[in-house]
């Protein structure tokens, strides 16, 4: 999957929204973005995924900037079971032998009490 | 309640000692892929299948098989397991190729190989 950047980590106190930031300049039109986190030594949890319209799920929000070059996962009222490590990825858009996904380094988010 | 599991969570083996882990998904998901992941190194793809009797090899697949005898399961076989294969190891599925990137992950098994 093609590069992301995301800050290292975050911090947020419980209740309040969490606004994890991404940056994706290079994504081409037809590429999702995804969201994805991981609980410690846990499965990754797949979280939300849109192409260029804001989405809402139960889990979060997804804010994409009308250039696509970032984005914005937003949990509303963070709980302190939120504190896990974000993903943010662009998985190439044509598939072909791309059927994996690669996660880079993303935002280990602590919500604190 | 729909999930992907794996069997065992915890294993320590020693190295030639063949093992097989288990995955099994109750959502009728046509996507399968084995996952291993390693501090510094990632998630990496070792082997996914498309479909029944479908499989192919992802980027380390080496010293690993798989088989897909049905929809649900997908085991991963070490046949001749080393210390490098220690790891912590998840299966994933998806419902289909339109929804390939959209993967629900087992609970992960953690292998030592001594």
């Known amino acids: 999957d093609a590069k992301t950047t995301q800050p290292t980590s975050m911090d947020c106190a419980e209740g309040r929204a969490a606004n994890l930031p991404c940056n994706h300049s290079?994504?081409?039109?037809?590429?999702?973005v995804y969201w994805y986190r991981q609980i410690h030594s846990q499965g990754p949890q797949y979280i939300i995924h849109g192409l260029k319209n804001n989405e809402t799920n139960e889990m979060a929000s997804l804010i994409i900037t009308e250039d696509r070059k970032s984005s914005t996962l937003i949990l509303p009222h963070a709980t302190l079971r939120d504190t896990a490590v974000y993903y943010c990825i662009f998985p190439p858009g044509d598939g072909g032998s791309n059927y994996k996904l690669t996660f880079g380094k993303g935002t280990l988010l602590t919500v604190n009490p | 309640e729909a999930q992907v599991t794996q069997n065992p969570r915890y294993l320590i083996t020693v190295t030639g000692k063949k093992l097989t882990v288990t995955c099994s998904q109750n959502?009728?998901?046509?996507?399968m892929s084995w996952y291993r992941q390693d501090p510094g190194l990632g998630l990496r793809q070792i082997y996914y299948s498309m479909n029944v009797e479908v499989t192919d090899k992802g980027d380390v697949p080496e010293g690993y098989k798989v088989s897909r005898k049905e929809k649900r399961n997908f085991p991963l076989i070490l046949e001749s397991p080393s210390p490098n294969q220690t790891s912590l190891y998840f299966c994933a599925s998806s419902l289909s190729l339109a929804s390939i990137h959209e993967q629900y992950f087992g609970p992960g098994t953690r292998l030592t190989v001594t």
């Open positions: 959502m009728n998901h046509e996507y």
């Open positions: 290079t994504i081409s039109g037809n590429e999702y």
